[in-house]
């Protein structure tokens, strides 16, 4: 059993950042730990995942503005997000798979979100 707790969201204006933390409660060594996104009215989406090797995937907006990273110490995995844009506002949802299914959006668990708003 895998828990997921994620924080860090909030308003920041265009252009700033934020820096997004999940905590793990669980042993996903072997599988993904990732970073996804839920729009209004828009189908959820990835945005960042890191194997248990270290790996690092990313979706083509997030490539040069998102760094996913882990803490092994502190069980934790955080998404650095620099030059937000209005179009970044979404639920940002951690999920995690204990298996080496890669990084896709049918994680088998979820954390319940924190909301990330980008104002003009």
């Known amino acids: 059993e895998v828990q997921l707790v994620e924080s860090g969201g909030g308003l920041v204006q265009a252009g700033g950042s934020l820096r997004l933390s999940c905590a793990v409660s669980?042993?996903?060594?072997?599988?993904?730990t990732g970073w996804f996104r839920q729009a209004p009215g828009k189908e959820r989406e990835g945005v960042s995942c890191?194997?248990?090797?270290?790996?690092?995937y990313y979706a083509d907006f997030a490539k040069g503005r998102f760094t996913i990273s882990s803490d092994n110490a502190q069980n934790t995995v955080y998404l650095q997000m620099h030059n937000l844009k209005p179009e970044d506002t979404a639920t940002y949802y951690c999920?995690?798979?204990?298996?080496?299914?890669?990084?896709?959006?049918?994680?088998?668990?979820w954390g319940k979100g924190t909301l990330v708003t980008v104002s003009a």
């Open positions: 999920g995690a798979d204990t298996k080496p299914s890669g990084c896709h959006r049918d994680m088998p668990y």
């Open positions: 669980g042993d996903t060594s072997n599988g993904y």
């Open positions: 890191i194997a248990g090797d270290g790996t690092t």
